[in-house]
């Protein structure tokens, strides 16, 4: 049996939180998701773990520290700097994602509103990486 991938989610609403946990528990493979409330516990979940997350998806509209400032705090750690990290939010203007992708994420996820689109999404994100390794 393989190790489970480790995900890092920074997201404020735990609505959100459970709909992403119920599409990662359908995709193919064991994940193991780890949720914070904003990018300041991200970055100290980030800081004090010594296993760290595969990926790391981060809520765009978060309070205390949003998810573009969390991803510049984040590609400032050499440590990190391997980890993908996704920027995941109901905004999907342009601005947004180019914001994101300037700042180093390796996507932006536009939150579907259906968690059979949300697994989808998900699938083709980690097919992708995989392909990439």
């Given at each position: 049996?393989?190790?489970?991938?480790?995900?890092?989610?920074?997201?404020?609403?735990?609505?959100?939180?459970?709909?992403?946990?119920?599409?990662?528990?359908?995709?193919?493979?064991q994940?193991?998701?780890t949720?914070?409330?904003?990018?300041?516990?991200?970055?100290?979940?980030?800081?004090?773990?010594?296993?760290?997350?595969?990926?790391?998806?981060?809520?765009?509209?978060?309070?205390?520290?949003?998810?573009?400032?969390?991803?510049?705090?984040?590609?400032?750690q050499?440590?990190?700097?391997?980890?993908?990290?996704?920027?995941?939010?109901?905004?999907?203007?342009?601005?947004?994602?180019?914001?994101?992708?300037?700042?180093?994420?390796?996507?932006?996820i536009?939150?579907?509103?259906?968690?059979?689109?949300?697994?989808?999404?998900?699938?083709?994100?980690?097919?992708?990486?995989?392909?990439?390794?």
């Amino acid at each position: 049996m393989n190790a489970p991938i480790r995900c890092l989610i920074a997201e404020d609403d735990v609505d959100d939180q459970e709909i992403f946990s119920i599409a990662v528990s359908e995709l193919d493979g064991q994940y193991d998701c780890t949720y914070t409330l904003n990018g300041i516990e991200a970055l100290e979940r980030l800081s004090h773990d010594t296993l760290l997350p595969h990926y790391i998806f981060l809520d765009l509209n978060m309070p205390r520290m949003n998810g573009i400032q969390c991803l510049a705090e984040i590609k400032k750690q050499e440590r990190l700097l391997h980890i993908p990290v996704v920027i995941y939010s109901t905004s999907s203007g342009q601005s947004f994602i180019d914001d994101a992708l300037h700042h180093g994420a390796a996507t932006f996820i536009t939150k579907p509103s259906r968690i059979s689109d949300l697994v989808t999404v998900l699938n083709e994100f980690f097919t992708s990486q995989s392909d990439k390794k």
